[in-house]
């Protein structure tokens, strides 16, 4: 025998299903800031990515519009010596987060359009290989100034 199920029941279990099938955001960014730099020099930018997927993630592009391009720069030793290297990509495993921090890996904008002051905002969109895209702000602040 059919019975009649209650429409208030039937919203609210089509509701519930529709809460726990849509996936959380699997990608998030913060702390992100930029050093101010000295006049017509290149900056360097600083930000957490964090993955809660279970897939790795690849950050594949950094783009603002107050530098001509942005690039991923990996530090190297060589010869006892701290150089730094273009990456084209940078992987964020599953469950973990890369932090770009001072000395490490970090953003470099490069061909700044306008001198960066202390304080200021600047956006960021990052992209990643499965075309996902965030927009991040980071703050300028000066040097020495704690990261978080
Ligand atoms: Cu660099």
Not at 80 to 102: C, F, N
Request: proline residues 5%; hydrophobic residues 40%.
């Amino acid at each position: 025998m059919l019975r009649q199920l209650h429409p208030g029941l039937l919203l609210y279990s089509l509701l519930f299903s529709a809460l726990f099938s849509c996936t959380p955001e699997q990608i998030a960014v913060r702390d992100a800031w930029i050093l101010e730099p000295p006049p017509r020099s290149p900056a360097a930018g600083y930000l957490t990515i964090i993955n809660h997927g279970t897939d790795p993630i690849e950050l594949v592009r950094v783009e603002t519009n107050v530098a001509e391009r942005t690039e991923i720069h990996v530090m190297d030793h060589k010869d006892g010596r701290m150089t730094m290297r273009r990456a084209t990509r940078l992987t964020v495993p599953g469950h973990d987060e890369v932090v770009l921090k001072s000395g490490g890996t970090h953003l470099m904008l490069i061909n700044l359009r306008r001198q960066l002051q202390a304080g200021e905002q600047v956006a960021f969109v990052l992209q990643f290989a499965d075309s996902t895209e965030k927009r991040v702000e980071a703050q300028v602040r000066k040097g020495g100034y704690a990261t978080d």
